[in-house]
T-cell receptor
């Protein structure tokens, strides 16, 4: 399975944008890039996903490098409620019968007031 | 619909005892997943159901673990003869199939198991 690499932790100030990087140099052409986050004492929560093009939704934006070997999750204006562990995960679009997400340790995002 | 629910939220048991956890997915979701998460790590996939059929099982799932989803709705995960290494958070998630509609997995709050 293709793997992802993320920094262990990042800090940001409240009300400022946050860019969370993810490297996936062994990504295949059929892998989707998924992002989930896990707030303290809660189950993970879906954030966003993409394949090749940049994506926006109400929670965040996903910027995907042209060679797809890296991506960046962008929180446009971080709040204290965005403090969480953020996971970048790859999923093969054709492996429907093997639909499981392979999770790393994620990036712990710390928001300073 | 209030999302995925899990019961109990916390379970403390003695080594060697059996435990059973329940997961109620979002009602229209036909896919259900079980994960295990230890402190500081991301979730590890255990098993996956589509309706009542168990389609995938991880190598992590030893013979002491069994999961069911008898009517394609709620699911149970049983651990027999618990060991201290089974102490973890057990997460359930559900999603909507078929392919193309299942990008989002919705997770429950988890059941934290402590084996003493």
């Amino acid at each position: 399975d293709a793997k992802t690499t993320q920094p262990n932790s990042m800090e940001s100030n409240e009300e400022e944008p946050v860019h969370l990087p993810c490297n996936h140099s062994t990504i295949s052409g059929t892998d989707y890039i998924h992002w989930y986050r896990q707030l303290p004492s809660q189950g993970p929560e879906y954030v966003i996903h993409g394949l090749t093009s940049n994506v926006n939704n109400r929670m965040a934006s996903l910027a995907i490098a042209e060679d797809r070997k890296s991506s960046t999750l962008i929180l446009h204006r971080a709040t204290l409620r965005d403090a969480a562990v953020y996971y970048c995960i790859l999923r093969d679009r054709y492996m429907d019968s093997n639909y499981q997400l392979i999770w790393g340790a994620g990036t712990k995002l710390i928001i300073k007031p | 619909d209030t999302g995925v629910s899990q019961d109990p939220r916390h379970k403390i048991t003695k080594r060697g005892q059996n435990v059973t956890f329940r997961c109620d997915p979002i009602s229209e979701h036909n896919r259900l997943y079980w994960y295990r998460q230890t402190l500081g790590q991301g979730p590890e996939f255990l098993t996956y159901f589509q309706n009542e059929a168990q389609l995938e099982k991880s190598r992590l799932l030893s013979d002491r673990f069994s999961a069911e989803r008898p009517k394609g709705s709620f699911s149970t995960l049983e651990i027999q003869r618990t060991e201290q290494g089974d102490s973890a958070m057990y997460l359930c998630a559900s999603s909507l199939g078929p392919r193309g509609q299942s990008h989002e997995q919705y997770f429950g709050p988890g059941t934290r198991l402590t084996v003493t």
